[in-house]
């Protein structure tokens, strides 16, 4: 192995021409439909590579192209495979990010991990040995760290740590662990390596108006000396709780009166009683709710506007075990992508009166905090996959930022 050294990283002089000062760059693999490459753009960084190889997130994508809206503008999107890609292109630009397919280890999906053609993680760490970017950032979902992939994860994290380690003809992973585990037992490390955190994160501590958990990885290159740590919640359930049924601030900033009011749930009385000792307890600001994020649009059953792209009504919504629907007053559960057939068993509202019905794309969308500008490309089944799928548009830009601040001092 050469050691890294930066005056040797060569930059593709096409992309010079193309984008000048090459400081804050990003690329983005399995783009999505673009929550991730949103939140990107919104804290600063300049895409100059986004692959996907779904038609319908590349059409969303090239939809608001056409449409001008402002952070996508200027995203230059290749709908192929990435295994086709020569990614030394790029190599040197400060951002690589990504979520590789999470069907392997979704707890939604057949959970085959390593074994399943989908999984993409090996694209990915080449991606990084090609690239050496700045820093890297992933995201999975929670069903990574489940028991069952721990040795997995395990190799997922080392490869991130020593890309440069890659894996042999014919080798099986598990032989490959144990090459990077020797070599990161042994203490001293040249060439390009990164210092490799992970931490879960549900969206809703950080302002989304939903309960999502998800994995991220974040690395940053060993010779740039940064000290990084995930960002502190901004956002509590305390202070949702403290809202509605101490101070009923909630209630009043959504004018519900109070014979309209839900009861307080019972399970929650004792830890109400507790906020209502001081507010000392209480930290960041409240959870957002479902009522939070689409209380101003109309009811898709009876007042759809066709002024209001993607608010559609679509029937068929029903209760059955383990799809039981989103309460209007709490974040939303999970938007889910499905795995065969419809998919959003989950992605359904229920009303005060306990009857249910799906989540327009429109109401999705801000659950999953796009802008109301963004719209989305295929049919209702296909757009909320693409909504299941998505990185929520705040998480992404809140994250991203604090990487941003870092690589900036």
Known sequence: MTKLRIEDIRVDERIRQDYGDLRERSVELFAGAGGLAMGISNAGFRHVGLYEWDRDACDTIRLNKERNVAQVQNWPIHQCDVRDVDFTQYQGIDLLAGGPPCQPFSLGGKHRGFKDHRNMFPEMIRAVREIQPKVVLIEN???????????????????????????????????????????????????????????????????????????????????????????????????????????????????????????????????IERLRGGLGLVQGAPWMTVRDAISDLPDPENEYDNVIPDHRFNPGARIYPGHTGSPLDEPAKTLKAGDHGVPGGENMLVKP??????????????????????HFSGSWTESMRQLGNAVPVRLATFIVKDIKKCLSH
């Open 353 to 374: 009166d306990g009857s249910v019905r799906y989540f327009t794309v429109r109401e999705s969308a801000r659950l999953q905090t796009f802008p109301d500008e963004y």
């Open 141 to 271: 979902v929670k069903g990574l760290l489940r028991d069952t992939f721990a040795k997995y994860f395990e190799y997922i994290l080392l490869q991130l740590s020593y890309p440069e380690i890659a894996s042999k003809e014919n080798e099986d992973w598990t032989d490959h662990l144990s090459r990077l585990e020797r070599h990161h037992t042994k203490g001293h490390h040249e060439g390009l390596t990164y210092h490799v955190v992970f931490r879960l994160l549900n969206a809703a501590d950080y302002g989304v108006p939903q309960k999502r958990e998800r994995v991220f990885i974040v690395g940053f290159r060993s010779d740039l000396n940064i000290e990084w740590s995930f960002p502190e919640p901004t956002h509590s359930f305390d202070a949702l709780l403290y809202d509605q049924w101490v101070t009923g601030d909630y209630w009043e900033r959504h004018r519900v009166a109070k014979k309209h009011r839900p009861e307080m749930p019972d399970k929650l009385k004792k830890r």
